[in-house]
């Protein structure tokens, strides 16, 4: 009885199993429903969704995704899709890159110009690449661009087109947007009169000029700009345009607090050209009118030319010399630099800088970040700057060569003195071995 009773309870397990698992048949049309849900889904999803997708896709992606379903595609011509866009142009025979397809330029101006906004040139070394940028320009005629960008990736090609050209494609935008904000030029055949134009639409609106290195530009050109742009929070020019006036109209009462002053100062024909002297008052006045300023300066001079540089107190805040800097020029930093922030040094020579150093540590009580690279300073004289600025110092890149070990303290030991004074564990930069 009992055997009976038993098999009879098996049977009942073995066929309440076999109903709980459907036939194969059943799993294959549950997955096909469930997946054309997946796909009803997906393309049901709201625009603003599929937007917000979009923007983190890349271009060849977004264009591919735009092809899914007419839906998607709808998504893909919302103007706030091409309110930023990057024109990437560059030639098959000198370049790795691949550059925006000519069918997607020319539908991007003939439906989307008006929504462009933030709008950035990218081009390779062949001027063939940058006479293309300007012909784009040249054809905004309905843009509303409030950020303009032209970016030479290797050697600044827009240099080699021709004024004229490149001056009427930038003039179109100028006109035609009214709305310009932030403008980056830096390496082009700009020239005045252009400024004036740019000052006659966009006097209200421009908040950024960058400009280093555009040699048909006067300080005639910037100061039109400080004298109308009353809003120029952000200017970055070469030295050679750089003048007493000029600093003055930024200083002016109408004039609002400038945030970010950049100066490029370059020997384009070394030992040819004598430097000029900005005067104290003149520094004086812009930094009362903006204590806050960032005065940021670059250098690349051969050491006989610094000779104007630092004689008298500059409110400079950020330093990066590029070729090398003679020992007299960063005592004198030392001396007459008391806003400095940050110093960066690429090459000295072989004469250890420890007094200049020190001093720097001493008179710079707002030095926050140090790097120094082909250079000599020895181990004691390090500790003592390090001990002399202290936790301020976020920021501290020294290149291994550059500390020479002395009587007081080796390369094994530095780290340790460092690390103390700093409070946190520090450890010089050392070349990477291939």
Same mark, same amino acid.
């Given at each position: 009885?009992?055997?009976?009773?038993?098999?009879?309870?098996?049977?009942?397990?073995?066929?309440?199993?076999?109903?709980?698992?459907?036939?194969?048949?059943?799993?294959?049309?549950?997955?096909?429903?469930?997946?054309?849900?997946?796909?009803?889904?997906?393309?049901?999803?709201?625009?603003?969704?599929?937007?917000?997708?979009?923007?983190?896709?890349?271009?060849?992606?977004?264009?591919?995704?735009?092809?899914?379903?007419?839906?998607?595609?709808?998504?893909?011509?919302?103007?706030?899709?091409?309110?930023?866009?990057? &024109?990437?142009?560059?030639?098959?025979?000198?370049?790795?890159?691949?550059?925006?397809?000519?069918?997607?330029?020319?539908?991007?101006?003939?439906?989307?110009?008006?929504?462009?906004?933030?709008?950035? &040139?990218?081009?390779?070394?062949?001027?063939?690449?940058?006479?293309?940028?300007?012909?784009?320009?040249?054809?905004?005629?309905?843009?509303?661009?409030?950020?303009?960008?032209?970016?030479?990736?290797?050697?600044?090609?827009?240099?080699?087109?021709?004024? !004229?050209?490149?001056?009427?494609?930038?003039?179109?935008? &100028?006109?035609?947007?009214?709305?310009?904000?932030?403008?980056?030029?830096?390496?082009?055949?700009?020239?005045?009169?252009?400024?004036?134009?740019?000052?006659?639409?966009?006097?209200?609106?421009?908040?950024?000029?960058?400009?280093?290195?555009?040699?048909?530009?006067?300080?005639?050109?910037?100061?039109?700009?400080?004298?109308?742009?009353?809003?120029?929070?952000?200017?970055?020019?070469?030295?050679?345009?750089?003048?007493?006036?000029?600093?003055?109209?930024?200083?002016?009462?109408?004039?609002?607090?400038?945030?970010?002053?950049?100066?490029?100062?370059?020997?384009?024909?070394?030992?040819?050209?004598?430097? =000029?002297?900005?005067?104290?008052?003149?520094?004086?006045?812009?930094?009362?009118?903006?204590?806050?300023?960032?005065?940021?300066?670059?250098?690349?001079?051969?050491?006989?030319?610094?000779?104007?540089?630092?004689?008298?107190?500059?409110?400079?805040?950020?330093?990066? &010399?590029?070729? !090398?800097?003679?020992?007299?020029?960063?005592?004198?930093?030392?001396?007459?630099?008391?806003? @400095?922030?940050?110093?960066?040094?690429?090459?000295?020579?072989?004469?250890? @800088?420890?007094?200049?150093?020190?001093?720097?540590?001493?008179?710079?009580?707002?030095?926050?970040?140090?790097?120094?690279?082909?250079?000599?300073?020895?181990?004691?004289?390090?500790?003592?700057?390090?001990?002399?600025?202290?936790?301020?110092?976020? =920021?501290?890149?020294?290149?291994?060569?550059?500390?020479?070990?002395?009587?007081?303290?080796?390369?094994?030991?530095?780290?340790?003195?460092?690390?103390?004074?700093?409070?946190?564990?520090?450890?010089?930069?050392?070349?990477?071995?291939?």
């Amino acid at each position: 009885m009992k055997r009976n009773s038993l098999s009879v309870e098996n049977k009942i397990v073995q066929s309440s199993s076999a109903a709980k698992q459907p036939k194969l048949g059943f799993y294959s049309s549950l997955n096909q429903s469930r997946m054309h849900t997946v796909l009803l889904d997906w393309g049901r999803l709201p625009h603003h969704v599929v937007l917000r997708i979009f923007q983190y896709l890349p271009l060849l992606d977004r264009a591919r995704a735009s092809s899914v379903c007419r839906r998607w595609n709808e998504v893909f011509h919302i103007p706030d899709l091409w309110r930023k866009f990057e &024109f990437e142009l560059n030639q098959s025979a000198t370049s790795y890159f691949k550059s925006t397809h000519p069918d997607l330029i020319q539908q991007i101006i003939k439906k989307h110009s008006a929504h462009l906004q933030y709008v950035s &040139f990218k081009v390779d070394s062949s001027t063939e690449s940058a006479e293309a940028a300007c012909d784009i320009l040249s054809q905004l005629v309905n843009c509303s661009i409030q950020t303009l960008g032209l970016i030479s990736t290797a050697k600044p090609s827009f240099m080699n087109v021709s004024e !004229s050209h490149f001056v009427s494609a930038l003039t179109v935008v &100028f006109i035609n947007s009214k709305s310009l904000s932030s403008i980056k030029i830096e390496d082009t055949p700009v020239d005045d009169p252009s400024l004036k134009i740019l000052v006659a639409n966009n006097s209200d609106t421009l908040r950024l000029l960058k400009m280093s290195s555009c040699p048909h530009v006067s300080s005639d050109g910037i100061l039109c700009i400080a004298d109308h742009c009353q809003g120029l929070r952000e200017l970055a020019l070469n030295y050679y345009i750089l003048t007493d006036e000029l600093l003055l109209a930024l200083s002016s009462e109408t004039h609002v607090n400038l945030e970010h002053l950049r100066i490029d100062v370059v020997s384009e024909n070394p030992g040819q050209i004598v430097f =000029h002297a900005i005067k104290k008052h003149s520094w004086d006045a812009l930094i009362r009118h903006s204590p806050r300023v960032n005065v940021v300066m670059y250098f690349f001079l051969y050491e006989e030319e610094f000779e104007m540089f630092f004689k008298e107190e500059t409110p400079v805040t950020h330093l990066y &010399f590029g070729c !090398s800097v003679s020992k007299a020029v960063l005592g004198r930093i030392g001396l007459n630099c008391p806003r @400095l922030f940050e110093l960066v040094v690429c090459a000295n020579g072989l004469q250890p @800088l420890d007094k200049e150093l020190i001093c720097i540590g001493e008179h710079c009580t707002n030095l926050t970040a140090l790097g120094l690279s082909e250079c000599e300073v020895s181990c004691s004289a390090f500790i003592k700057f390090v001990r002399l600025c202290g936790r301020r110092l976020t =920021h501290l890149s020294i290149m291994e060569e550059v500390l020479i070990p002395d009587e007081d303290y080796s390369l094994d030991e530095i780290h340790t003195e460092v690390s103390k004074y700093l409070g946190r564990v520090w450890f010089p930069d050392v070349m990477p071995l291939w």
